[in-house]
């Protein structure tokens, strides 16, 4: 194996060429799930909202042997690319054709430090790195739905029988249901984008659609159709009137959680059970063999979960003093984060804070 050549492209300025040749390596060179946040696509919708993303494209001589993604900040501190929203992190690379030293990635790219939350395991470049690792439940439906059905009914006895009474209770109280796996009316998103806001402030959480570049990619990449990237709205109606939603990426195999929320008015009938319920059979229907809810603890994951995929946060630095600079900003917080994260007292603290805060926004 010979150390390749490095060269630096934006983001957004990604060829056809290398988007086949991006995803085709993702297909040969890793065992792991198809994930739709690793797809060269989503990158690229990235580099369209953002001017700092980049791509290191590794070659031997002419032929492209991998891609790394990562957002450019000041003094050379650099994050995975869309690091806030992006579910899985990572470098592409071909299985046999690349030696590669992470520093001196990290020099081409003129980077003193990469920081990651949801680095894909099997990452070995970067998983020396790692300072957590973190459970990112998934459905496995490689055995279709009526399989799963089979686990949920030994699992979680009770939560098919509920989510079906509910189902019929809010048919009662208003009307007809009607799901639609694939929603394409911009009406759909914006009302999810209304929810999830409210739910954000609500909690004492920053709303992330407040920030440009997460309600441009959004959108831009609601509108994406690629078999490895593609953006799925899910809805579920009542009587015509939306009640739940999720949107979502997808790749030909896996479907990634992404922005999940219901309609408050109708929560005493579990509207986001019953969406859940009949995304993942159709998800199932439409070729899905994996469902990746993402990391972060919820109830409603470990209801419905098969099983955990393992991501990882951490931070690779260099030396020198803008790496001294990046552990000055970073550090003092991560650990702050990790010891709330770790104690159930001051973590359950920290929820009745935020809702405290998310009251107080309400009645301002």
């Not at 991501?311 to 650990?335: D, I, K, M, Q």
């Amino acid at each position: 194996m010979t150390t390749p050549r490095i060269h630096i492209v934006h983001a957004g300025d990604l060829t056809p060429g290398d988007l086949d040749l991006w995803n085709a390596l993702r297909r040969v060179a890793t065992a792991a799930p198809a994930n739709p946040f690793m797809s060269a696509e989503f990158t690229q919708a990235v580099g369209r909202v953002r001017r700092d993303a980049r791509v290191a494209v590794l070659r031997h001589g002419r032929r492209p042997v991998g891609y790394f993604p990562y957002q450019q900040g000041r003094w050379g501190h650099g994050r995975a690319v869309g690091l806030g929203v992006s579910d899985c992190q990572g470098v592409v690379l071909h299985p046999d054709d690349v030696d590669l030293d992470p520093r001196h990635l990290m020099r081409a790219c003129s980077l003193n430090a990469w920081e990651f939350n949801h680095l894909e395991s099997g990452q070995d470049l970067f998983i020396p790195y790692a300072t957590g690792r973190f459970a990112s439940p998934v459905v496995d439906l490689t055995h279709g739905y009526a399989a799963y059905e089979t686990h949920l009914r030994a699992h979680s006895r009770s939560l098919l029988k509920s989510t079906r009474a509910q189902e019929r209770r809010l048919a009662r109280h208003l009307g007809p249901l009607r799901f639609v796996h694939d929603e394409r009316h911009p009406a759909a998103l914006r009302t999810l984008v209304e929810w999830k806001s409210a739910h954000y402030r609500r909690t004492g959480r920053r709303d992330p659609f407040d920030q440009r570049w997460i309600s441009d990619l959004v959108h831009l990449l609601a509108d994406t159709t690629s078999p490895d990237c593609s953006g799925v709205l899910s809805v579920l109606y009542a009587a015509e009137r939306p009640v739940a939603a999720h949107f979502g990426l997808r790749s030909r195999t896996v479907l990634s959680c992404w922005f999940p929320s219901y309609d408050r008015a109708v929560a005493t009938f579990s509207p986001g059970r019953i969406l859940y319920l009949r995304m993942i059979e159709a998800a199932a229907a439409s070729g899905v063999r994996l469902i990746d809810f993402g990391r972060g603890e919820a109830a409603y994951k470990d209801s419905f979960k098969t099983g955990d995929l393992m991501v990882h946060e951490g931070v690779l630095r260099t030396s020198g003093p803008g790496a001294a600079l990046h552990w000055l900003r970073r550090e003092p917080l991560r650990a702050a984060h990790r010891v709330v994260r770790e104690n159930p007292a001051l973590k359950r603290a920290a929820v009745r804070t935020l809702r405290a805060v998310g009251t107080i926004r309400g009645s301002a």
